[in-house]
């Protein structure tokens, strides 16, 4: 039988927010050059809060293929595109209006769904299955890469501790009307979509995300959002931090070669 137990989560920690910045763009071109020499195509998601900015050491790197990138969210706000809270907004601001990515390659969720969460799910989720459905047979879509952060909760994308999604199994797409951080409404990628994903990335930063860190890494079996992203056998999971996130941290590190 083949093996499906999940690799080791590979930690990985920088002095510097420099440093940690500039490893996770190589990381990301490393990871878009064996998707576009496979398949011509590069697929990520994203997640918001300080990760679009942690992003910005891609501007301007050699490598970068953004015409081949196809970009989905890994979970939004159900605010405008516009709107301050938008993860949407955020990484435009940040980092697609400052590179030639085809608008087209961005997928946004539609807000004109707004007041009906499970038809903006499902406009969603048709978004997927026209990225991935005739390419990969497999159940869930297949991401090359999913960026994601963590907050002090343990939750990532919007998967919040003890919420009932945790335990969803079938949807791609789902959505949160109760959100313990504002706003309330979102949509996220479920666990089963995640953990299909080839990589995995967390990006984690500052001594405020010292002690969730040191649960998620030391204590997985308390079953925290974080703690529960584990990429299917033949995926691999990665945490880039920086050393004041990883200060309480015992789980053992790997160096990133540049």
Not at 99 to 117: E, G, Q, T
Not at 141 to 158: E, K, N, R, Y
Not at 191 to 216: C, M, Q, W, Y
Request: aromatic share 8%; glycine share 6%.
């Amino acid at each position: 039988m083949p093996n499906t137990t999940p690799h080791p989560p590979v930690l990985c920690s920088f002095a510097t927010s420099t440093e940690l910045c500039d490893a996770v763009a190589h990381f990301i071109i490393k990871a878009q050059k064996e998707a576009v020499e496979k398949k011509g195509r590069f697929s990520v998601a994203i997640s918001g809060g300080s990760l679009p900015k942690q992003l910005n050491a891609l501007i301007g790197k050699a490598g970068v293929k953004w015409d081949k990138w196809q970009v989905f969210y890994a979970d939004e706000r159900v605010v405008p595109l516009d709107h301050p809270d938008s993860n949407h907004k955020l990484c435009m601001d940040e980092l697609f209006s400052k590179v030639p990515i085809p608008a087209d390659n961005i997928h946004p969720i539609d807000p004109s769904l707004a007041d009906d969460l499970e038809e903006l799910c499902d406009a969603y989720e048709k978004e997927l299955i026209r990225e991935f459905a005739q390419k990969d047979s497999a159940r869930f879509p297949i991401f090359d890469l999913i960026l994601l952060g963590v907050g002090p909760d343990g939750h990532t994308a919007s998967l919040f501790p003890g919420h009932a999604l945790l335990t969803e199994e079938d949807r791609w797409v789902a959505y949160i009307e109760d959100s313990p951080k504002p706003p309330p409404k979102r949509v996220t990628l479920t666990f089963p979509v995640i953990n299909h994903a080839a990589r995995v990335a967390f990006v984690a930063s500052g001594e405020g995300k010292a002690d969730t860190l040191k649960t998620v890494l030391d204590k997985p079996e308390e079953g925290l959002p974080a703690s529960r992203v584990r990429p299917a056998h033949p995926g691999q999971l990665y945490w880039f931090c920086d050393d004041a996130a990883v200060s309480k941290v015992e789980y053992p590190r790997t160096q990133y070669k540049l």
